[in-house]
């Protein structure tokens, strides 16, 4: 089982190192290589994703990736910033389906910022299409405008695009993890104004009637914000586009009061994927040895349950985890009065106590 392990910027490097402690701690045959990537690739090798890194993530059967991105790159020519190199990952592994589970800990309920009630128990999973969209449609850029408002003003344009097959087949991933689950998915969309969405809507449904026992909604994007803020717990599986899961995903870990919490998978077809903490680089606080490293260990686990077949070994991980925050030991992010305030390190220290 081979690892490409891809630390990143920022905080990266910190979390991704106590990952790899956990994994090395667990008597599998992993085999793990660390290459650059983002900032820290460019800085090095003139790009966010090189050719041997891209290579790595290709020939391994998972990928452990940290963050990337800072402040200081964001003057680049667009090819050239950090966040092509996720996004080129995304691309060239054809990791369609992004896992991203909003959960909220028991003993971190204070942390959000809705009344406990509200999220105590929340267990949602929000899937969201990664390669398609307005994130890659063609065509785009710059022109001079050949109409609309201001014909020969200055303009920028994207194209948001789906295909029949591209929906069918995130359609498949969310309700075969509905199954798994309370097999209840919800289908969020904007088809009152969107074509995209329209077709979106009608393959969804199509798809829906292959899976009988699932139970299946749609909900506007616009209202799929509001219920996620005023009644979260009615959602099970949530499944939608690239951009609107890129925001109601933000909104859905916000829930859980500490993004520093969640894990998340992207998968492609042959279930080779990438694992990496919902959270970004955070480099106000990098270097620090401050931030939460719990998103990372926790995707670690994703990774040997999706990618490798290890799910006893994931089971391990993540009772590890519960186990360090019922000790009451918290980083910063998650820290609150009657709690143990510990670093990055101390925290990997103590989940490796605790996988026993
Ligand atoms: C995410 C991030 C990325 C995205 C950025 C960094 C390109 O926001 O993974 O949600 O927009 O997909
Ligand atoms: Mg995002």
């Known amino acids: 089982m081979k690892i490409a392990v891809l630390p990143g910027d920022g905080i990266g490097t910190e979390i991704v190192e106590q990952a790899v402690r956990v994994l090395n701690a667990l008597d ?25 890194t891209l290579k790595l993530a290709k020939e391994a059967d998972a990928v452990l990736f940290g963050a990337v991105g800072d402040w200081k790159y ?3 020519d667009r090819p050239l910033r950090p966040e092509q190199a996720i996004l080129g990952l995304r691309k060239n592994l054809g990791l369609f389906a992004n896992f991203r589970p909003a959960i909220c800990y028991e003993q971190l309920v204070g942390a959000s910022s809705l009344k406990p009630e509200l999220v105590a128990g929340l267990d949602i999973l929000i899937i969201r299409e990664l390669t398609g969209d307005i994130y890659f449609g063609q065509p785009r850029g710059r022109r001079v405008s050949p109409d609309g408002h201001f014909p020969g003003a200055e303009e920028a ?15 498949r991933v969310a309700f075969e993890a509905a199954r798994k689950r309370n097999k209840r998915v919800t289908s969020v969309d904007k088809a ?3 074509e995209t969405f329209q077709l ?25 914000a509001m219920q996620l803020v005023k009644a979260p717990k009615k959602f099970d599986v949530v499944v939608t586009g690239n951009m609107f899961g890129d925001i109601l995903s933000d909104a859905a870990a916000m829930l859980t009061g500490s993004i520093g919490m969640l894990p998340s998978a992207s998968l492609n077809s042959s279930n080779q994927g990438l694992y990496e903490p919902s ?44 186990k360090v925050l019922a000790q009451g030991l918290r980083t910063p992010d998650i820290h609150s009065e009657g709690t143990t305030k510990v670093g990055t390190r101390e925290m990997g220290d103590a989940v490796l106590k605790a996988l026993g």
Request: hydrophobic share 45%.
């Open 28 to 52: 599998l045959k992993l085999e793990m290589e660390t290459a650059l990537v983002g900032g820290a690739a460019y800085d090095a090798h003139g790009h966010p994703l090189p050719e041997a």
């Open 74 to 76: 964001d003057k680049l």
């Open 157 to 171: 344009f994207d194209t948001m695009r789906y295909t029949r097959p591209e929906i069918e087949r995130i359609a």
């Open 192 to 194: 009152n104004v969107l």
């Open 200 to 224: 979106w809507k009608d393959v969804v449904t199509e798809i829906g009637k292959e899976y009988p026992d699932v139970e299946l909604d749609h909900m506007y994007v616009d209202n799929a």
């Open 279 to 322: 959270h970004g680089s955070a480099p106000d606080i990098a270097g620090k040895g401050v931030a939460n490293p719990l998103a990372t260990i926790l995707s670690a686990a994703m990774m040997l349950r999706f990618s490798l077949n290890q799910a006893a070994a994931a089971d391990r991980i993540e009772a590890a985890v519960q």
